[in-house]
């Protein structure tokens, strides 16, 4: 009958030992079972029942004593900041940094390259154009003349030709030039889009490491936590199985 008692107390307290191996206190737990077995020792060789039923008041007394003690060790342990890396700040500023994080502040939006390239064929054309068109048309007559064509349909046709063709060499010229400087401009304007897509994609990085960090902070917050839940309830059961035990001996003296 005492041996038991002894055994389902000790059973109790190595149960509660290995859930709780994870704190400091798994030496105090290991300790209260040692001091226990002590007693049950003696309360097992009384033959005296008074004195069993004494002994057996001291193992409760010391039993929860010994719990109230890793129960207090354990709280001290996890109210401690100094004990971990992580705290409630650190979950609430993670939870406030994804609500804040939104992927489209990253792409840079520049616009589309027509809106903002405003020129056209006319700006490039030569600003002499009138004078150089007067003087083809002047040449013309001029070499007509000397041809012996004179004023008539003829020379009339040649300085028509001869403006056409000047018309096209300048509109070309004036063509080419607008060509150039828009290929130039958006080459300008792509180059600068992706140096400010770049220097996006740096803050982004830095963004995203930011939340790694703060989101294993708040992962090792969270399994703080559970541990602290876990452990109390392992020692609040330990001094259940424990009690229950105690009850049962002083049933059966």
Do not use: C
């Not at 008692?5 to 994870?22: F, H, I, K, V, W």
């Not at 004990?83 to 700040?89: D, I, K, M």
């Not at 902070?217 to 392992?234: F, G, K, M, P, V």
Request: glycine fraction near 8%.
């Amino acid at each position: 009958m005492a041996s038991y008692a002894s055994s389902a107390l000790q059973g109790a307290g190595t149960g509660a030992a290995a859930g709780s191996a994870a704190g400091p206190w798994g030496a105090l737990i290991g300790g209260a079972v040692g001091t226990l077995a002590g007693i049950f020792s003696a309360y097992e060789q009384e033959q005296d029942t008074k004195k069993k039923e004494r002994l057996l008041e001291q193992i409760k007394s010391q039993f929860n004593l010994d719990q109230d003690e890793i129960e207090n060790l354990m709280s001290d342990y996890y109210d401690n900041p100094e004990n971990f890396l992580s705290t409630r700040e650190d979950v609430d500023a993670y939870k406030k940094a994804l609500a804040e994080y939104s992927p489209e502040d990253y792409v840079y939006d520049f616009g589309n390259f027509g809106d903002s390239y405003d020129k056209t064929v006319d700006d490039f054309v030569n600003p002499y154009y009138d004078r150089i068109i007067d003087a083809t048309a002047k040449k013309t007559q001029h070499t007509a003349a000397g041809a012996g064509i004179g004023r008539g349909t003829g020379a009339a046709n040649s300085i028509a030709e001869a403006v056409a063709q000047k018309n096209d060499e300048l509109y070309k010229t004036a063509l080419g030039e607008y060509n150039t400087d828009r290929s130039q401009s958006y080459t300008e304007w792509a180059g600068n889009i992706q140096a400010m897509q770049n220097k996006l994609n740096q803050l982004r990085a830095a963004t995203d490491t930011k939340l790694n960090n703060l989101g294993s902070l708040a992962q090792d917050y969270t399994a703080q936590q559970q541990n602290r839940i876990s452990d109390l309830l392992a020692a609040k059961q330990n001094r259940a199985n424990g009690n229950l035990s105690l009850a049962s001996t002083g049933l059966m003296l």
